[in-house]
Structures are given as C-alpha cells and as structure tokens.
C-alpha cells in the first residue's frame, strides 16, 4: 500500500490544550479518514472526509481534506484526560483497500 | 447493537503451531476485512471479503496465512506453522455500502493478541 507520513509520533500535554497533528501522503486520495485507538481496543472512526478542501467537525474534533488531496489534519481543541489514545489517519483512492498512517500517541496531563 | 466480536481477544502459541482466528462481523454488514498491526505500528492490510465475489488476497504475507469466510458471516483466519513474526495484534473490520453515497466506512473489533513463542 502507500505510505502515509504522520506526526508527530506523539504528543504529551496538559489538559486544556489544544492539539494539531496532520498526515501527508506522496499519492493522492478520494477519502481521509481519522480513527482513535484505546490500549486493548480497535480503532474508532472519528472523522471521515471525501472533499479536497472540507473541513468538518465532531464535537471538540476538527479534520480537514487538503486542497491537494495529498494531506490532512486533525485538531483537537481543549483536551481532556480521555483523549488519551493513539490516532490514526487512513486514506482511500476508491473501493475499499485503507492506508494507514503510523499513528500519532497523544498523552494528557491532568 | 453489537459491534464486530473477535475470539480469542488473546492467543499465545508456540512457534510451528497452527492458530485460528474468528471474526464476527456487524449483522448486515457485506465486506469484511482483516488487518495485522505490529508493535507501534499502522494497519496493514491483509485480506477482503464482499459478498459472494473472489476475496481480495492481495495483503497476505505469505502461503501460511488463509482465511475463509461462509456467506456474509463468520470469518476466520488461519496462520500455519507460526513464527515469532507473525506476533502482532489481528483486527478484523465489516461495512456495508451506503446506498446514497456509495462510500463504505470500515467498524473495527477488539482485535486478538496473538504472541507466538
């Protein structure tokens, strides 16, 4: 599959910051997905996009589908301890078949 | 309703064994998928299936990883003769296709744990 560059590897900061990491790929995509993973579980979609240039929110979560269809970000306002987790970006070209980054661990201190 | 169920959540073998992993995908769900995901690592895709087509084989790493699903159920994978580099965690994915979009978001299991010694 492609590769799929994501940083930061991880992150370590306190409650009530606010969080950016961003994914980037030599190959274009259709589709950019964000997954949130727990210790002991699978991943969780958080995000999905399907426009160059969309930008859409969950809740705190923000992600957005870069212009060149080759990137994406993820934000995370006014973090809580329960962000905690390993994120993942994934990007699709059309069907089925997922890329994945290597995600980004991000650690909260309360 | 119930998400994707796998069994066992952990598996511990001793190299040379065989081993047989199950998935139970979301009920109504067409496509299931398996992907292997090493210590620190993304996911990596391994197998396909959609329906009644030819599952999509392409990600297996090699002869000794096969896996069968019956229907639009159960799937199990199987890796023969184990070696310590199949150790990894195996997560299984479902989706159907949305009729409007026709974009297909992928659910994930727990994974099973599988350490080969």
């Known amino acids: 599959g492609q590769q799929l560059n994501q940083s930061p590897q991880s992150m370590f900061i306190q409650e009530g910051e606010d969080v950016s990491m961003n994914c980037t790929s030599s190959?274009?995509?259709?589709?950019w997905l964000w997954y949130k993973q727990d210790p002991g579980e699978g991943p969780v979609l958080l995000i999905a996009?399907?426009?160059?240039?969309e930008l859409t929110s969950n809740g705190r979560l923000t992600a957005q589908f870069g212009i060149t269809r080759k990137d994406s970000f993820l934000n995370i306002s006014a973090s809580i301890p329960s962000d905690v987790g390993i994120y993942f970006c994934?990007?699709?070209?059309?069907?089925?078949?997922?890329?994945f980054g290597k995600g980004t661990s991000l650690l909260v201190t309360p | 309703g119930a998400g994707v169920s796998q069994s066992p959540s952990n598996k511990v073998t001793e190299k040379g064994k065989d081993v047989e992993l199950r998935c139970d995908p979301i009920?109504?769900?067409?496509?299931l998928y398996w992907y292997r995901q090493r210590l620190g690592q993304g996911l990596e895709f391994l197998i396909y299936?959609?329906?009644?087509?030819?599952?999509?084989k392409s990600g297996l790493p090699s002869d000794r990883f096969s896996a069968e699903r019956t229907g639009e159920s159960v799937s199990t994978l199987t890796i023969q003769r184990t070696q310590q580099e199949d150790s990894a965690v195996y997560l299984c994915?479902?989706?159907?296709?949305?009729?409007?979009?026709?974009?297909?978001?992928?659910?994930f299991g727990p994974g099973t744990r599988l350490t080969v010694t």
């Open positions: 299936f959609q329906g009644n087509s030819a599952p999509d």
């Open positions: 009920s109504g769900h067409t496509a």
């Open positions: 190959s274009i995509f259709n589709t």
């Open positions: 994934a990007g699709r070209n059309s069907g089925y078949a997922l890329n």
């Open positions: 994915a479902s989706s159907h296709r949305t009729p409007n979009s026709g974009f297909y978001e992928q659910y």
């Open positions: 996009l399907y426009k160059a240039g």
